[in-house]
């Protein structure tokens, strides 16, 4: 019986075999949801000039001193600032009627808004005079050139993902496209002549293919695209085909099913049957402590324009795809993309704390391997012995059965994967568990 390999290390080796792929630069109103590549520096200023915060009238402070209801303020008006224009100088003792976020004229230092003056606010005729009915005080109603952003302050670190405010806030400095990390490409594969498409009737031996609307959901919220979802049944050469045709948009393959012992198991019969030096697939099986997703593969598929498409291949059922994703997939999709995270998944990127949660029940674990188990967050159990519960999560797994693999429906209840080490024989109420969060919890 082959020997079991730490998650950890499983891992390495499919890293191992892959390389950051290159990015490019693309202009702004492209590059939402992608991975900024660069330290970003502001090239303007923000706000780019001293303007006004308030529609109302740029005067001299000085000007208006004393300036109250009973009292006004009577100055000439001397041109008019609408947004977007490069206004003239302020002569003392006049105003600017101004509107808001319109630059401030060279000798005005505060805006009086139109509230406080004898004028009505909305669209009318410049006025020749207007009363000023409240004194300003210098920098009143004003926006300094420069005060939220200087031009070259740094504004967005390498590595943030690219919002809608994200891409607003490169825009506002200055930006017209950036360098973003590549977009890596992903094709899904799910082998099995049992499975059937979703919604179809199902024959007696066969099942719903879930597992391909699982894997192409998970890349896409990963940040990857999903550029092809096939099926393959269980011969070899059937199989070997749709690889071939998965391999030629893509820049990793992602497979489930088919890696066991089975005597029908495409992908290991695939793998013995190329084993010459002219094969188009190399594949390698490990046993991998961790359960669910004990049995995995990974390799290479020769694409027809000449490229080793990377392949990492999954057990069938749908916990252990959702598992092995999180913990294999996802780090291999963040070094084809220049992002790497650690270990197995196991530990957050860096800066980020590790989560945890203390367990609300019990339940016995896998001998000598890692267990997944995917859990939702609840209220502490009831009763004294548990300690103090203020400030924790608590979990509790998602069915009643733990992590067994073919629990696929009440996958969608789970927030996040607890942890449990191999050398941890049985899980106590109130123990605590590092958490791997899911990408759509």
């Not at 970003?40 to 303007?51: D, S």
Request: aromatic share 2%; hydrophobic share 45%.
């Amino acid at each position: 019986m082959a020997q079991m390999i730490p998650l950890e290390d499983y891992v390495a080796q499919v890293l191992e075999a892959l390389s950051p792929l290159e990015g490019g630069r693309l202009a702004l109103g492209r590059a939402h949801g992608r991975v900024l590549a660069e330290d970003v520096t502001a090239a303007v200023p923000v706000p780019p000039w001293t303007n006004s915060a308030m529609d109302g009238y740029a005067v001299r402070a000085e000007d208006t001193t004393g300036a109250c209801p009973q009292t006004p303020v009577v100055l000439p008006v001397s041109g008019d600032v609408p947004a977007g224009a490069a206004p003239h100088p302020l002569a003392a003792g006049t105003a600017q009627r101004i509107m808001t976020g319109a630059m401030l004229p060279e000798g005005a230092d505060a805006v009086v808004k139109v509230e406080d003056t004898d004028q009505n606010p909305g669209p009318h005729p410049i006025p020749e005079r207007v009363e000023i009915r409240a004194a300003a005080s210098p920098g009143l109603n004003v926006r300094r050139a420069g005060e939220n952003v200087a031009s070259g302050d740094p504004v967005m670190a390498a590595g943030t993902r690219l919002s809608a405010a994200a891409l607003s806030a490169l825009a506002s400095v200055g930006l017209g496209s950036v360098l973003v990390r590549a977009q890596v490409r992903v094709a899904v594969v799910s082998t099995g002549a049992e499975l059937r498409d979703a919604g179809h009737a199902l024959e007696p031996g066969t099942i719903p293919d879930s597992n391909s609307l699982l894997l192409a959901g998970l890349v896409a919220e990963h940040g990857a695209v999903c550029t092809s979802v096939a099926r393959s049944g269980d011969t070899a050469e059937a199989l070997a085909e749709v690889l071939r045709q998965a391999a030629a948009g893509a820049d990793l393959i992602v497979t489930s099913g088919g890696v066991s012992a089975g005597a029908f198991d495409p992908l290991t019969m695939l793998a013995q049957a190329q084993r010459g030096e002219e094969a188009s697939v190399r594949l390698d099986f490990v046993k991998v402590a961790m359960q669910p997703g004990k049995p995995q593969g990974h390799g290479w598929v020769l694409a027809d324009d000449g490229r080793r498409v990377p392949i990492i291949c999954l057990p069938g059922n749908p916990v252990s795809v959702l598992v092995s994703f999180t913990t294999i997939v996802a780090p291999a999709l963040a070094r084809l993309a220049g992002q790497d995270t650690a270990d197995g998944g196991t530990e957050p990127l860096p800066g980020r704390p590790r989560p945890t949660a203390r367990a609300a029940v019990g339940w016995r674990t896998p001998p000598g391997r890692r267990q997944h188990v995917p859990v939702r967050f609840t209220d502490a159990p009831t009763g004294s012995d548990v300690g103090d519960d203020s400030g924790h999560l608590w979990a509790t797994p998602t069915h009643r059965l733990g992590s067994g693999s073919h629990l696929v429906a009440s996958l969608h209840a789970a927030q996040a994967l607890a942890v449990v080490d191999a050398e941890v024989e049985a899980v106590e109420v109130g123990d605590e568990l590092p958490l791997i969060p899911l990408s759509a919890s």
